[in-house]
Nanobody
Framework: QVQLVESGGGLVQPGGSLRLSCAAS????????MAWYRQAPGKQRELVAA???????NYADSVKGRFTISRDNAKNTVYLQMNSLKPEDTAVYYC??????????????WGQGTQVTVSS
């Protein structure tokens, strides 16, 4: 009933930039926190950045100053602007959101993931 669809991943050279988008669709009454996670091969999934419904943000130390999370509540979309990319940023990036339906409790949803590869 609710889907999160990511886009914007790809191959970029070190020092380059990418912008990820994640659009939520379906039976949505409200969206609370939204976040981006990533998982590199052989590693656990980790939080990259999160943003509250009011716009408060927090970031992993490894991406502070390079990545920016934002959201457009009218479009039910969250973005991740990634600058000064490094090879260690290579991972599958996942969108995550807490979404309520008009008559349902808040449920945590995941997107399908989008690959980001930083390589020369």
């Amino acid at each position: 009933q609710v889907q999160l669809v990511e886009s914007g991943g790809g191959l970029v050279q070190p020092g380059g930039s990418l912008r990820l988008s994640c659009a939520a669709s379906g039976s949505i009454f409200s969206i609370n926190a939204m976040a981006w996670y990533r998982q590199a091969p052989g590693k656990q999934r980790e939080l990259v950045a999160a943003i509250s419904s009011g716009g408060s943000t927090n970031y992993a130390d490894s991406v502070k100053g390079r990545f920016t999370i934002s959201r457009d509540n009218a479009k039910n979309t969250v973005y991740l602007q990634m600058n000064s990319l490094k090879p260690e940023d290579t991972a599958v990036y996942y969108c995550n959101a807490d979404i309520s339906g008009r008559y349902t409790y808040t449920v945590n949803y995941w997107g399908q993931g989008t690959q980001v590869t930083v390589s020369s």
